[in-house]
């Protein structure tokens, strides 16, 4: 296993509810997570766009908005977002924006949809 896989799963590990993954399902699911850099200010996800990944903050900040542009959440490291997207229709409820240079990690809905 790669020291790059090896700190995803650390990191991931550490945060609900991946923190109650049998190892071996952890391992799995964190070998299928993309990593993203997002520069302060840029869109991460537009509202009614294709959702697919469920979308955790590594490092960083995110702001999620409702439809209407209030502000509707601000995100930190181990946070996720994306989940109603994924749940309901595959389409972005809630936009979000980098508010300073952020790392995600992109992980696929599918393997999500499986721990459900």
Do not use: W
Request: glycine residues 8%.
């Amino acid at each position: 296993m790669s020291i790059e896989i090896q700190d995803i799963i650390t990191f991931v590990s550490t945060y609900e509810p991946f923190n109650n993954l049998p190892e071996e399902e952890l391992n799995a699911l964190c070998g299928t997570i993309e990593v993203s850099y997002f520069q302060a200010g840029s869109q991460i996800l537009e509202h009614g766009g294709t959702i697919d990944a469920l979308y955790m903050v590594r490092s960083g900040s995110v702001e999620v908005f409702r439809r209407t542009g209030e502000l509707y959440n601000r995100l930190e490291s181990g946070e996720v977002f994306g989940q109603m997207g994924i749940l309901l229709n595959g389409h972005v409820r809630y936009p979000a924006r980098a508010l300073e240079d952020t790392l995600i990690y992109r992980i696929p809905s599918e393997k999500i949809l499986e721990m459900c």
